[in-house]
């Protein structure tokens, strides 16, 4: 029995860490792309608005990178 504890424990551990990483709120953001101009990015931002791929979106200076992200 202790055996099979010791192999059963890691492998639901692994499953259960697995499920929930995986997992993202309904409302989550994802980067869209990243552009060198904010200009760029609000000319991709509306573009895609417009054409339907999402419904709200920013662009977001990242001093870190020196690049502007778009999510949407």
Not at 2 to 18: C, E, I, T, W, Y
Not at 27 to 53: D, F, H, K, L, P
Request: one cysteine or more; proline letters at 3%.
């Amino acid at each position: 029995m202790r055996k099979v504890r010791a192999v059963l424990f890691p492998v639901v551990l692994a499953v259960g860490l697995s499920l929930s990483l995986g997992a993202a709120p309904a409302n989550a953001e994802r980067i869209t792309g990243v552009y060198r101009s904010y200009a760029e990015c609000q000319r991709v931002g509306a573009y895609g608005e417009s054409q339907g791929w999402w419904d709200d979106w920013r662009c977001e200076w990242k001093a870190a990178y020196s690049y502007y992200f778009l999510y949407s």
